[in-house]
């Protein structure tokens, strides 16, 4: 079994700053890329912004030049910093990883949300 587990997210003012964690365990063999979704109630679910293992980044234009993420390969965590917050940015944010398991299945796993709120 193979779980993520999100924290750090909360109620900000804006122009605020949070910092989300997301870490992966269990029988892990080995984790490709990681990333942060997020979805605002009546909106689609978005990508916010991804890792490689390798540590290439990829970021949403909304986020570009506040968001940064980042990863621990050691501790199979991943973060996205998250710096000059606007109301625009409140949604339930989630994790995913692409990951081979201890019997070298590859399977995509989600974690399980962590609403940030952004107030004006």
């Known amino acids: 079994q193979v779980h993520l587990v999100e924290s750090g997210g909360g109620l900000v003012q804006a122009g605020g700053s949070l910092r989300l964690s997301c870490a992966a365990s269990?029988?892990?063999?080995?984790?490709?890329?990681m990333g942060w979704y997020r979805q605002a109630p009546g909106n689609q679910r978005e990508l916010v912004a991804g890792?490689?293992?390798?540590?290439?980044?990829n970021y949403a234009d909304s986020v570009k030049g506040r968001f940064t993420i980042s990863r621990d390969n050691a501790k199979n965590t991943v973060y996205l910093q998250m710096n000059g917050l606007k109301p625009g940015d409140t949604a339930v944010y989630c994790c995913?990883?692409?990951?081979?398991?201890?019997?070298?299945?590859?399977?995509?796993?989600w974690g399980q949300g962590t609403q940030v709120t952004v107030s004006s």
């Open positions: 995913d990883a692409d990951i081979v398991d201890g019997m070298r299945y590859r399977n995509r796993y």
């Open positions: 269990g029988s892990i063999f080995s984790i490709y890329t």
């Open positions: 890792i490689s293992s390798a540590g290439s980044t």
